[in-house]
């Protein structure tokens, strides 16, 4: 058993063995996803150490609590403890049998958050542990409102389902992709933020408008854009009489630009552009110098092996103060100023 004060999921000091601690939803994921299934009793199948239950007995009247490994089951019960959460039954069994369905069968909602196996390259919702194809299958005759946490990189050409994707990012990264079915499904794409709970629903917005690149560039938070929401960020925006307009994207990055500085909780970044060049390193180089430029920070799709000798190439003889962010997109080449 370890106790863990070193990561920064949870504000207190919670039990687990390392695995559990690993599958273990963060605090603030966890809080944020409780919120939005508040009910009068939720069931969590494959519940963990309770990372996601201590937050759903906060907001929940009942909670039940079901995995069949005894020893994160008795891990969730000293967190519930430590949390100081008493209205959490906990069910050592498997989320898949008649026995627990039977016990559980008064709840309001279904949640799971499945385990990934580490060895699988692809990602199908059937392997996921306690699958969710077969938690649907037993469970929606009696409970059709259900959610579930799915890998945020599986392609939407594999969840076929009937349900609102809502894809979270957590401090500019991708965290994961929640599934809501049933009542719970309020649209069927939508994007949040944390910290700041902000979110973005799939709306009738009109496309978002391509421009040249102007003064400032945006880098969207990565669940509007795995969300397919950046139509929806530019409508959003334009009824708060701020204008976005989409620049340039590849598999890595999506840019949008302004020519006016616009805020939003939903861009991860805001640039200043203070140049651009072709892929030329000794162009590259002028404009470095010119701009007074100290550090250089490598957005390009380069072999990573590469990146740190041509980090040290550019880097080599600049004696400024600023750090500049260099976007690439094939051969156009980008130099901005990070702005927060
Ligand atoms: C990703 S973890 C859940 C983590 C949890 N949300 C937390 O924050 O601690 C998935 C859990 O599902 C459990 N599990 C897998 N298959 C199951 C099944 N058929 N029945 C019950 N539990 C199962 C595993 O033992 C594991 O604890």
Same mark, same amino acid.
Not at 63 to 68: E, G, H, I, M
Not at 178 to 182: E, K, P, Q, R, W
Not at 184 to 188: S, V
């Given at each position: 058993?370890?106790?863990?004060?070193?990561t920064?999921k949870f504000?207190?000091p919670?039990?687990?063995n390392?695995?559990?601690?690993?599958l273990?939803?963060?605090?603030?994921?966890a809080?944020?996803?409780?919120?939005r299934?508040?009910t009068?009793?939720?069931?969590?199948?494959?519940c963990?150490?309770?990372?996601?239950?201590?937050?759903?007995?906060?907001?929940?009247r009942k909670?039940?609590?079901?995995?069949?490994d005894?020893?994160?089951?008795?891990?969730?019960?000293?967190?519930?403890?430590l949390?100081g959460v008493d209205?959490v039954?906990?069910?050592?069994g498997?989320?898949?049998?008649?026995?627990?369905?039977?016990?559980?069968?008064?709840?309001?909602?279904?949640?799971s958050?499945?385990?990934?196996?580490l060895?699988e390259?692809?990602?199908?919702?059937?392997?996921?542990?306690?699958?969710i194809?077969?938690?649907?299958?037993?469970?929606?005759?009696?409970?059709?409102?259900l959610?579930?946490?799915?890998?945020?990189q599986?392609?939407?050409?594999r969840?076929?389902l009937?349900?609102?994707?809502?894809?979270?990012?957590?401090?500019?990264?991708?965290?994961?992709l929640? %599934?809501?079915?049933?009542s719970?499904?309020?649209?069927?794409r939508?994007?949040?933020?944390?910290?700041g709970e902000?979110?973005?629903?799939?709306?009738?917005?009109?496309h978002?408008?391509?421009?040249?690149?102007?003064e400032y560039?945006?880098?969207?938070?990565p669940?509007?854009?795995?969300?397919? &929401?950046?139509?929806?960020?530019?409508?959003?925006?334009?009824?708060?009489?701020?204008?976005?307009?989409?620049f340039?994207?590849?598999?890595?990055?999506?840019?949008?630009t302004?020519?006016?500085?616009v805020?939003?909780?939903?861009?991860?970044d805001?640039?200043?552009v203070?140049?651009r060049t072709?892929m030329?390193?000794?162009?590259l180089?002028?404009?470095?110098?010119?701009?007074?430029?100290k550090?250089?920070? &490598?957005?390009?799709?380069?072999?990573?092996?590469?990146?740190?000798?041509?980090?040290?190439? %550019?880097?080599?003889?600049?004696?400024?103060?600023?750090t500049?962010?260099?976007?690439?997109?094939g051969?156009?080449?980008?130099m901005?100023?990070?702005?927060?």
């Open positions: 058993m370890t106790r863990d004060k070193r920064t504000t207190k919670i039990v687990s390392k695995e559990g601690l690993q273990a939803t963060p605090e603030i994921v809080k944020y996803i409780a919120k299934l508040k009068n009793i939720i069931a969590d199948l494959g963990g150490i309770a990372g996601q239950v201590i937050f759903f007995a906060r907001e929940c909670v039940y609590a079901v995995d069949k005894p020893e994160k089951l008795h891990y969730a019960k000293e967190n519930c403890r949390y209205n039954e906990f069910i050592l498997d989320a898949l049998s008649p026995e627990v369905k039977e016990k559980v069968s008064d709840a309001d909602i279904i949640f958050d499945p385990a990934r196996p060895s390259k692809e990602r199908t919702l059937e392997t996921l542990k306690p699958p194809t077969e938690i649907i299958k037993i469970y929606s005759d009696i409970i059709p409102d959610a579930f946490h799915a890998p945020p599986m392609p939407p050409e969840l076929k009937d349900c609102e994707r809502e894809y979270l990012s957590l401090n500019g990264q991708l965290n994961r929640t %599934l809501y079915m049933g719970l499904k309020c649209c069927d939508s994007a949040v933020v944390l910290p902000k979110r973005l629903c799939i709306s009738d917005a009109s978002i408008k391509e421009s040249q690149l102007c560039v945006y880098e969207p938070e669940s509007v854009v795995k969300a397919g &929401l950046l139509d929806d960020l530019a409508g959003t925006l334009a009824h708060e009489q701020k204008e976005i307009f989409f340039k994207s590849d598999e890595r990055r999506t840019l949008l302004a020519p006016m500085l805020k939003s909780q939903f861009f991860k805001i640039y200043r203070v140049g072709e030329d390193m000794a162009k180089k002028i404009v470095l110098r010119s701009q007074n430029a550090n250089v920070v &490598l957005r390009l799709d380069i072999d990573p092996g590469k990146y740190w000798d041509m980090r040290k190439t %550019l880097e080599d003889g600049l004696n400024g103060t600023r500049l962010h260099i976007f690439g997109f051969n156009d080449l980008i901005c100023e990070k702005l927060r």
